[in-house]
């Protein structure tokens, strides 16, 4: 099994940043992609960015050139940079993780989760 506890969120003012933390335990080398989500109220959880342990990386459209997702392989330890925050960015944020080897959007094919985070974007 693998625990996933994420730090990082809270009030941030339009045109702000804010940093995402979420360290890895128990199992914790068996996970080889680990991803950040978004759920607005009454959306679906969206992939953010996601992270494959050589480093590959993957962000949504919404996000590139201001979020930057990076990782500590060797902590399982994975962060998510966020710049030049919008109120659109504003929802809860999850960590997810997976022992699969690829990039995929769907939030059923990560198994382990942590616990949400609310991010809000002030305008």
């Known amino acids: 099994q693998v625990q996933l506890v994420v730090s990082g969120g809270g009030l941030v003012q339009a045109g702000g940043s804010l940093r995402l933390s979420c360290a890895a335990s128990g199992n914790r080398f068996s996970i080889n992609v680990m991803g950040w989500f978004l759920q607005a109220p009454g959306k679906q959880r969206e992939l953010v960015a996601a992270i494959i342990g050589g480093g590959r990386t993957n962000y949504a459209d919404s996000v590139k050139g201001r979020f930057t997702i990076s990782g500590d392989n060797a902590k399982r330890t994975v962060y998510l940079q966020m710049n030049s925050l919008k109120p659109e960015d504003t929802a809860v944020y999850y960590c997810?993780?997976?022992?699969?080897?690829?990039?995929?959007?769907?939030?059923?094919?990560?198994?382990?989760w942590g616990q949400g985070t609310q991010v809000t974007v002030s305008s």
């Open positions: 997810a993780a997976d022992t699969s080897n690829y990039f995929d959007s769907r939030p059923n094919m990560y198994d382990y």
